[in-house]
T-cell receptor, first 112, second 113 residues
């Protein structure tokens, strides 16, 4: 079975540009999570969905960040405009059972 | 106080030794607990759930102490391949009434040959 698939794996962009990160969860999983990881702050939950509906977006840092899940097999996290402090690894994870998350390989974002 | 706290380490341990580390949590109503491991530049992966009665999976033992609000992970007969960062995860009910998972910042373990 394919795991969680994220793209792009690496992105380098300039400040002010729009960034779109993509995620395909494991088929049949009804929870999808977006996390951000930095050395300073560790893993931070940005938002999560249940059955394509956003449940908790309290971790989204500001209005520059938005996330969508138009269907059960696809989600996007968008940053517009991007800033250097957004540089991090962004993980998508999906889950069927409480606490048992399956993570994608992450998208490493560098904003110059 | 942070919701979930871990000693960042690093713990440098000789191969074959036993190592243990703890994770404390601030919410006494926390419901579920897990250990994940994360290899360098890789994604976190579930290692094991932590049950109230404690549980064992091969060389790994996880325990929960609700009175003192911490969970622990014990690794016996450590292997070089155990070198990783170990993240504890605590689930709570958020202010919105939904379940919320919080990751600790991790404890880095290096097994020395």
């Amino acid at each position: 079975d394919a795991g969680v698939i994220q793209s792009p794996r690496h992105e380098v962009t300039e400040m002010g540009q729009e960034v779109t990160l993509r995620c395909k969860p494991i088929s049949g999983h009804d929870y999808l999570f977006w996390y951000r990881q930095t050395m300073m702050r560790g893993l931070e939950l940005l938002i999560y969905f249940n059955n394509n509906v956003p449940i908790d977006d309290s971790g989204m840092p500001e209005d520059r960040f938005s996330a969508k899940m138009p269907n059960a097999s696809f989600s996007t996290l968008k940053i517009q405009p991007s800033e250097p402090r957004d540089s991090a690894v962004y993980f998508c994870a999906s889950s069927l059972v409480r606490g048992e998350l399956f993570f994608g390989e992450g998208s490493r974002l560098t904003v110059l | 106080r942070k919701e979930v706290e871990q000693d960042p380490g690093p713990f440098n341990v000789p191969e074959g030794a036993t190592v243990a580390f703890n994770c404390t949590y601030s919410n006494s109503a926390s419901q579920s607990f897990f250990w994940y491991r994360q290899d360098c530049r890789k994604e976190p992966k579930l290692l094991m759930s932590v049950y109230s009665s404690g549980n064992e999976d091969g060389r790994f033992t996880a325990q929960l102490n609700r009175a003192s609000q911490y969970i622990s992970l014990l690794i016996r007969d450590s292997k070089l391949s155990d070198s990783a960062t170990y993240l504890c995860v605590v689930t709570d009910i958020s202010n919105f009434g939904n379940e919320k998972l919080t990751f600790g910042t991790g404890t880095r373990l290096t097994i020395i040959p």
